[in-house]
């Protein structure tokens, strides 16, 4: 007869301990994950929160378009193709200003403009602000120039700013894409000049603007329509027309217009309406053609204002 295996008591002391030790990291961890998400629930329900979304029920200019109302669980009220790649034309500009934020010491350094940092601007068409070799502007005042203005001066002034310190730009743009979920974009320029390798599409671009409002200086530039500087730099924004639409149910903070004759016309913007909700709107691929076609994505934005924020 086979005799019975005693276990002994220590093993059997050992191996509970090692349970517990492995439920305890188990529970350690989803305590973790918890916080996280918690702490960054804004992105993660902009990201995300796609419950509510349907398309406009009146006709716009742009071919794909996002609409999200920025409540504690920003939440994705209107969509068309939003995941479909575009080319965002100036929108790039707003990653430009997030990387020279992202890696400037003291936003009041003073730059000195060179030939490096406007050749080949006119030829390509690109907007500039109008800055000439060996002017000084201030890191801080060549953010305004580059998102008020679209000034791809200011955008190349900035870039070699940031690589002086030694760093890829370009690099660093697609690194912070790529941190704030933003999967189907990429960047090959500063200035939003077509190139076929710099793309996104309009969802990640509300990630993106939606990540620049939680940053009060991009913040600032963002909701800025007119600023003038003590040194004596002036900045409207190309958003400006908007003004005009502006009412006590709805008004546009600001945010970025861009063009070129591939991207045609795209917009990033704020706006808020008079119980001080806020709600972003990124549309692109707005033809030109036609009556004042150059203003079609402003046109967008209005019947939005007019049509659905008034509404709400």
């Known amino acids: 007869m086979a005799k019975k295996r005693k276990i002994k008591k220590g093993r059997v002391v050992f191996l509970l301990s ?36 349907q398309s406009l029920d009146f006709d716009v200019n742009s071919s794909s378009y996002i609409i999200i109302k920025e409540d504690e669980i920003p939440r994705t009220l209107y969509a068309k193709d939003e995941h479909e790649r575009i080319y965002p034309a100036s929108l790039t500009k707003i990653m430009t200003m997030m990387v020279t934020l992202d890696h400037t010491i ?82 090959a320029n500063v200035t939003g000049l077509d190139d076929e390798e710099n793309y996104t599409t309009v969802y990640d671009m509300a990630l993106l603007l939606h990540e620049a409002l939680q940053n009060d200086n991009a913040q600032a530039v963002l909701t800025t329509m007119y600023y003038e500087s003590p040194d004596g730099y002036d900045f409207e924004s190309t958003l400006s027309p908007l003004e005009s639409y502006n ?13 070129t004759y591939i991207a045609h ?15 972003l709107v990124v549309m692109a691929n707005a033809s030109e053609e036609g009556d004042d076609g150059r203003r079609a994505h402003i046109e967008d934005v209005h019947d939005i204002m007019e049509n659905l924020i008034v509404r709400w």
């Open 18 to 53: 090692i349970i517990f030790i492995l439920l305890g990291l188990i529970v350690a961890g989803i305590i973790s994950l918890f916080i996280s998400l918690s702490n960054n629930k804004a992105l993660t329900a902009c990201a995300h929160d796609m419950t509510m979304t």
């Open 106 to 187: 003291d936003i009041n350094d003073t730059l000195t403009v060179t030939e490096e940092d406007l050749s080949g601007l006119i030829e390509a068409n690109a907007s500039v602000y109008g800055l000439e070799v060996g002017d000084q502007i201030s890191v801080h005042d060549a953010l305004y120039g580059l998102i008020l203005e679209s000034g791809a001066d200011c955008a190349n002034l900035l870039r070699r700013y940031i690589e002086d310190q030694g760093y890829d730009f370009i690099s660093l743009m697609n690194e912070k894409a790529a941190s704030l979920g933003m999967r189907d974009s990429h960047f």
């Open 247 to 259: 009412s006590e149910e709805a008004r546009a903070l600001g945010g970025k217009t861009g063009f």
């Open 265 to 279: 016309l795209t917009i990033a913007t704020v706006i808020e309406d008079e119980r001080n909700d806020t709600y």
